[in-house]
């Protein structure tokens, strides 16, 4: 007796599925220099470090220009440093918080996706398992199948 559509063997199985890949390495692999860098400068420029260098350097631009002798003044009040407080306040501000809050984001992204690769490269491990079992356990049906065909 016969057995018409065996399952595939684990080898096959293999040589038919591509195995799990690591998206977030590929991801960086395939990085260009200037997107590396541009990558490089966002992760530094988003940082609350950052965000309080440019506080402080806006608050000792004015500071200078309003309180210092008028002589030493480089842009004394209230010609650019008025125009340069109101309309790049929101900008100043703004950029480095938002560059913070993306970058949050996309580590809390890269440690769902490296969650994800891990618990798919133990699937794929348990299923390999689970697979060699049942192969075995094909083999053995078929030798008890054949013993008792001989009969």
């Known amino acids: 007796m016969e057995i018409e559509n065996q399952p595939r063997s ?7 599925y591509k195995p799990i890949r ?3 390495v590929e991801h960086k692999k395939h990085l260009s220099k200037l997107e590396r860098l541009a990558v490089w400068i966002t992760e530094h420029v988003g940082t609350m470090g950052f965000f309080l260098i440019i ?18 003044r480089f842009d004394p009040f209230p010609s650019f ?6 309309s ?41 398992t689970i697979l060699l079992h049942l ?3 094909n083999k053995l049906i078929i030798e008890i199948l054949q013993k008792l065909d001989k009969k």
């Open 22 to 24: 690591n998206v977030n």
């Open 135 to 137: 192969e075995n356990q």
């Open 55 to 72: 506080f402080c350097w806006t608050i000792l631009w004015l500071s200078w220009n309003i309180l210092a002798p008028k002589t030493m």
């Open 10 to 16: 684990l080898e096959e199985l293999r040589k038919i």
């Open 81 to 86: 440093v008025l125009w340069l407080f109101i």
């Open 88 to 128: 790049n306040m929101i900008q100043i501000f703004l950029m480095p918080l938002i560059m913070v809050g993306q970058n949050l984001q996309g580590r809390h992204a890269e440690a769902r996706a490296d969650a994800d690769f891990e618990v798919n490269t133990r699937a794929e491990g348990e299923v390999e």
